[in-house]
């Protein structure tokens, strides 16, 4: 079995779609460890906020056959084939890692370099998974949300009516 990390976030209708994720993650992957939830501001682009967190999860599956699960999670739950990046979203689902995976095809990279860049997944990473190591630079989660500069944080710890 493999260890894989998502990170889930969404700003349109996100109190529907996070929930629906949690739901096709379990039918697919069976138990999840699954972070707070984080409400952030939109990064990149002018919109509403985002409600975000991490699942950890265990996969038969290769990374790629995974990766084209969550895709499919994505598609099913109205998110478009053609969205942008820095643009609002129903369900965006990264694979951020897998296993001590090191990946960048092009079409999939591993470790996600939003790791590192971003508040909304290192802090619900550390979290959750405060002992592992980056495949990479080999620090534990925890000390890299530790030395994380904090300056600037837009994001928020939450508890939406439907969080178990």
């Known amino acids: ?13 996100k109190d529907k779609y996070i929930p629906a994720s949690l739901d096709a ?8 460890t699954i972070s707070s939830i984080y409400e952030s501001e939109a990064i990149g682009f002018k919109g509403d906020t985002f409600y975000n967190l991490i699942v950890g999860f265990k996969s038969a599956l290769d990374v790629k056959e995974t ?17 942008q990046k820095f643009s609002s979203r129903t369900l965006d689902l990264d694979l951020i890692l897998y296993d001590d995976m ?20 290192l802090e619900p990473l550390a979290e959750i998974a405060p002992d592992l190591k980056h495949p990479i630079s080999r620090l534990s989660y925890e000390n ?19 969080h178990i």
Request: charged share 30%.
């Open 67 to 83: 990766a084209k699960t969550l895709r499919q999670i994505e598609l099913d739950n109205g998110r478009t084939s053609d969205s």
């Open 1 to 13: 079995m493999h260890q894989g990390y998502v990170s889930i976030g969404s700003n349109i209708d």
């Open 144 to 162: 890299i949300w530790k030395h994380y500069d904090k300056t600037k944080l837009c994001q928020r710890r939450i508890t939406p009516n439907w």
């Open 25 to 32: 993650l379990k039918k697919h992957f069976g138990t999840l």
């Open 102 to 121: 090191i990946i960048n095809d092009g079409k999939l990279q591993i470790p996600r370099d939003e790791i590192e860049k971003y508040a909304f997944v």
